[in-house]
């Protein structure tokens, strides 16, 4: 009999990675490409969608002529698909683009939510969906669309993520997740589209672009003829819709079937924090009406999560003013080499010497505050201050920051699951422990994301009986072991942080005085 095996496509940001599981969760084989995008005046981050389908198709068939030549009896029996979230990908009735696909960067609809605020708008539809308006989401950019390029909307016959658009290319078919479809257009208690929603946000003409949800642990559609050609996988083979990247990855990464009380934090590019509600009724959604309430893929259960818009981000920005102090001497170091450095660095520093709130993005914050004027700041300085504490300030920052977003949804959980690039510094989880008072895990699955989807195809062909099973098989025997909080940095951390949150809850007023200079500065 032939071992099964599930390919995942977890198309994000910056890399388009095809990775093969097997039933019990082990790697066979990965392929990869990077994915590109492009920045344009105005905020806008653009992606050329055929492109994208041409890399996702290539590194299916990259996987599968590399399973077929090192891992012989393997029989491939499901692909799934997931995807970097929110954003605007518009197709017409031809399935052909319409203009390239906006990206969850794109800071365009960034005023738009700020009206729907002030209008009421945004609260109207937060009571439905449980998730705060961003410039990142779809109903914003459709809303920017229908007000500056009529023309596109006209032309569209269907609005998807980035995800869907990868499935619809191997299916045919047009759909969504119940997880983006409701935290986008619907309520997450019904799991439905909510014309109170579209009407609140001045949408209610777009409701015949928006797909039927599909739940993939409940269906999935064949792979068509023309996917099976370019990919080389199988024409027929049952093709299952994942949920958004990040709740892949929560679940790959072990917020379900692996403790009574788990939260998961993905700290990378940008930091998301996640909590599971078991029952629907229980959910409490952000009183800032901020962060997300995302359907999850287990019968009534519900994740809440905030997202802070930067977290590694702050690191690669002190370790690129190293680079160019480095430069000024003659020498070049690289910024990975620079990063690995800085962490044993950080170690050795004192504790609480600076204190940063790490808002580096140039797109400002999304949680647990949402304010595209956010920037970074660095207090506390005097002549002590050098770069071992100033790193430590940086790294300190992320974990102030995740306490801050899990106090949005309700609190810390009892035991935190560590995934993403940061999870790896010793240094990271002894400050993410301390900061959130809870004991640490790191989830060693490498493409936790990807495995989230495999979970999920597993699931919907009946490889394994439901997903508690499934997490048993994928997740438990791969996290490791839990490293607890210290009690002096508890102490320390627990008083810093009223410091941190009320510093910079007396900044706005500041950042935008700040913006507006720098506005006049630019000629705007």
């Known amino acids: 009999m032939r071992r099964p095996v599930i390919v995942a496509l977890d198309s994000g940001t910056s890399v388009v990675k095809a990775v093969a599981f097997t039933d019990h969760g082990d790697i066979l084989a ?22 994208s389908w041409q890399d996702a198709a290539a590194v299916l068939r990259a996987l599968a002529e590399d399973l077929a030549a090192r891992h012989a009896g393997v029989e491939i029996v499901a692909l799934g698909i997931t995807g970097q979230g929110d954003g605007t990908w518009l197709i017409d009735a031809a399935g052909e683009p319409v203009g390239d696909g906006w990206l969850w960067l794109d800071a365009r609809a960034a005023a738009i939510v700020e009206e729907l605020k002030v209008t009421g708008a945004a609260a109207a539809a937060f009571a439905h969906t449980g998730t705060g308006l961003a410039a990142c989401q779809q109903g914003p950019q459709l809303l920017w669309l229908q007000r500056h390029r009529p023309d596109l909307l006209a032309r569209a016959a269907a609005a998807l993520h980035p995800k869907d658009y990868l499935y619809f290319r191997a299916t045919g078919q047009r759909r969504t997740s119940p997880c983006e479809g409701c935290f986008s257009f619907g309520d997450f208690r019904t799991r439905t589209y909510c014309d109170e929603v579209l009407r609140a946000i001045g949408l209610a003409d777009a409701r015949r672009l928006l797909p039927p949800m599909q739940d993939g642990t409940l269906a999935a559609d064949p792979l068509s003829d023309e996917a099976a050609r370019q990919t080389g996988l199988p024409a027929g083979l049952p093709v299952v819709l994942g949920y958004v990247d990040v709740l892949c990855t929560s679940l790959g990464a072990g917020l379900y079937g692996t403790g009574p009380d788990v939260g998961v934090s993905i700290v990378g590019s940008t930091g998301m924090h996640m909590r599971l509600v078991p029952d629907v009724a229980a959910v409490a959604p952000s009183a800032a009406m901020t962060g997300y309430c995302m359907a999850f893929p287990v019968p009534g259960h519900t994740m809440q999560a905030q997202t802070n818009m930067a977290a590694t981000l702050n690191i690669d920005w002190l370790a690129d003013i190293v680079a160019d102090a480095a430069s000024l001497v003659g020498t070049a170091p690289g910024r990975e080499e620079i990063v690995r450095a800085l962490g044993p660095l950080a170690q050795a520093a004192q504790p609480g010497a600076a204190l940063f709130h790490p808002f580096i993005s140039a797109a400002g914050e999304r949680g647990p505050f949402t304010d ?133 809850a007396a900044l706005p007023t500041i950042w935008r005085r700040l913006r507006e200079v720098q506005e006049m500065q630019d000629g705007r």
């Open 372 to 504: 595209a004027a956010a920037r970074a700041s660095l207090l506390g300085l005097d002549q002590s201050v050098r770069l071992p504490a100033l790193a430590r300030a940086v790294f300190e920052g992320l974990g102030l920051a995740a306490r801050d977003c899990y106090d949005a949804i309700g609190g810390a959980p009892g035991d935190i699951r560590l995934t993403g690039g940061a999870a790896r510094s010793p240094v990271i989880r002894q400050i993410l422990a301390a900061c959130l008072d809870r004991p640490v895990r790191v989830a060693s699955q490498p493409e936790a994301g990807a495995a989230g989807v495999a979970m999920m195809a597993a699931v919907c062909i009946g490889l394994h009986p439901d997903m508690a099973a499934c997490a048993q098989a994928f997740v438990a025997a791969r996290l490791e072991a839990p490293l607890d909080p210290a009690p002096q940095l508890v102490r320390l951390y627990r008083a810093l942080f009223p410091v941190y949150r009320d510093a910079y």
């Open 30 to 51: 990965a392929s990869s490409r990077p994915n590109a995008y492009v920045t344009l005046p105005g905020g806008g981050v653009e992606q050329d969608m055929r492109r």
